[in-house]
């Protein structure tokens, strides 16, 4: 049972639902306090800035600067991380963009590392209901060099559903194919309102060196504010 209420009834709604059900496990409360949402989403800030060209542009240009240290960590030395992308679209159906990230990860040991890292995206609207994207990734990261790549095909059915197939390559280290991932996405996402959507995916990963079946099925709703 998901219950969607504003933070300050979470705690009323949960001793209400311990009362009606208290042998249907643990309940798990989620708030929206920038606490518990550093807990769902740890490491996936760092403290910078951006500078972005205007939108709406055939060219576009995206250069940010940060520590590098990751959420909530002081930085620890001089070094920069620098983010960038160019983008252009040569046609209205049409978009690609070349995109780099040069920084330092500094262990505390303080052993410092390279971290760069390249990538090449393009996506392209064919008719008006298929549309097909592709990204490539290769990095220079703590000694390794690892690198991936990923090709989609969306299919509209209907104005309000989209059928997704995706296939993505990452090798974690780029010496040999044992540890490579090969993963196959099939998916459909449903548009209930234009701030609401649910996506249903089955995957089906293929570890290189592993004989472990990982297939899984998620489920997932998307509100928008």
């Not at 705690?11 to 042998?23: F, I, R, S, T």
């Not at 920084?103 to 505390?108: A, D, E, I, K, V």
């Not at 991932?181 to 609401?196: E, F, S």
């Amino acid at each position: 049972v998901l219950i969607i209420c504003t933070n300050s009834m979470k705690n009323m709604w949960k001793q209400e639902w311990e009362k009606w059900g208290p042998a249907t496990g643990g309940i798990v409360v989620i708030g929206g306090t920038p606490t518990q949402k550093r807990k769902l989403f740890a490491g996936e800030r760092d403290l910078g800035f951006k500078l972005a060209s205007e939108t709406g542009s055939p060219v576009t240009l995206e250069v940010g600067v940060f520590n590098g240290t990751g959420l909530n960590k002081s930085d620890n030395n001089d070094d920069k991380d620098v983010v960038a992308r160019f983008g252009f679209a040569p046609a209205a159906s049409l978009t690609c963009g070349a995109s780099g990230y040069w920084g330092r990860h500094r262990t505390p040991a303080g052993v410092s590392f390279v971290k760069n890292r390249y990538g090449a995206d393009a996506a392209w609207a064919v008719t008006n209901g298929v549309t097909l994207k592709g990204e490539a990734v290769f990095a220079r990261e703590l000694g390794h060099d690892p690198f991936g790549w990923l090709a989609q095909a969306n299919l509209n059915l209907g104005r309000k559903a989209v059928l997704v197939v995706r296939f993505d390559m990452y090798d974690s280290d780029g010496l040999d194919a044992v540890r490579r991932t090969d993963t196959w996405q099939v998916g459909v996402i449903r548009y209930l309102d234009p701030n609401l959507k649910v996506k249903v995916f089955v995957e089906k990963p293929e570890e290189r060196g592993h004989d472990t079946r990982n297939n899984r099925v998620t489920f997932e709703t998307v509100l928008g504010f």
